[in-house]
T-cell receptor, first 116, second 112 residues
């Protein structure tokens, strides 16, 4: 099946610094990438949708200036957490819908971010 | 709107016990339905899916049937193993390029 590769899997950063998370589609072209956040013992909540070549759309309550999303090519989407704070510590995971004919979505491995 | 409701956990079972995790969805559109599993420290893996009413998804001894009349997609397994300990998410999706909507997840612990 299709593979989405997400890096890094774990990152620890200091408050005030920025962290970039990458998601690459390895064997298909991902025109759309969904970014989710999962707090401990909670479900995945959609943060934003990135589309190749256009601006990302953010869900209500998600700060677009804090969570910068770039989808510059059909195989790479990035999420940058800017000026990170401890409350941004979470599990971030990307997902591509895999195309109109695919009912299944393909997930990256996830990134556990810890801000200290 | 679109939502998924699944039973609250945690669920603790002895090995070889029967498992049911209830999941219901709001009846908007014609969603595809999914169960994903998340093992400790890992990302999500698709466990099974069903794309239309009366379809049964099955994998690794787990199964779930898409019931339109009760808007349900309950997950069942006849005999759980310790290795099934994980968090299980029910999810729905309306069409090809829309995001999945997840339930809150149910943590399953199976003890030997």
């Amino acid at each position: 099946g299709a593979v989405v590769s997400q890096h890094p899997s774990r990152v620890i950063c200091k408050s005030g610094t920025s962290v970039k998370i990458e998601c690459r589609s390895l064997d298909f072209q991902a025109t759309t990438m969904f970014w989710y956040r999962q707090f401990p013992k909670q479900s995945l909540m959609l943060m934003a949708t990135s589309n190749e070549g256009s601006k990302a759309t953010y869900e209500q309550g998600v700060e677009k200036d804090k969570f910068l999303i770039n989808h510059a090519s059909l195989t790479l989407s990035t999420l940058t957490v800017t000026s990170a704070h401890p409350e941004d510590s979470s599990f971030y995971i990307c997902s591509s819908p895999g195309g109109e004919m695919n009912t299944e979505a393909f997930f990256g491995q996830g990134t556990r971010l810890t801000v200290v | 709107g679109n939502s998924v409701t699944q039973m609250e956990g945690p669920v603790t079972l002895s090995e070889e016990a029967f498992l049911t995790i209830n999941c219901t969805y709001t009846a908007t559109g014609y969603p595809s339905l999914f169960w994903y599993v998340q093992y400790p420290g890992e990302g999500l893996q698709l466990l099974l899916k069903a794309t239309k009413a009366d379809d049964k998804g099955s994998n690794k001894g787990f199964e779930a049937t898409y019931r339109k009349e009760t808007t349900s997609f309950h997950l069942e397994k006849g005999s759980v193993q310790v290795s099934d300990s994980a968090v299980y998410f029910c999810a729905r999706r309306n069409s090809g390029n829309t995001p999945l909507v997840f339930g809150k997840g149910t943590r399953l612990s199976v003890i030997a």
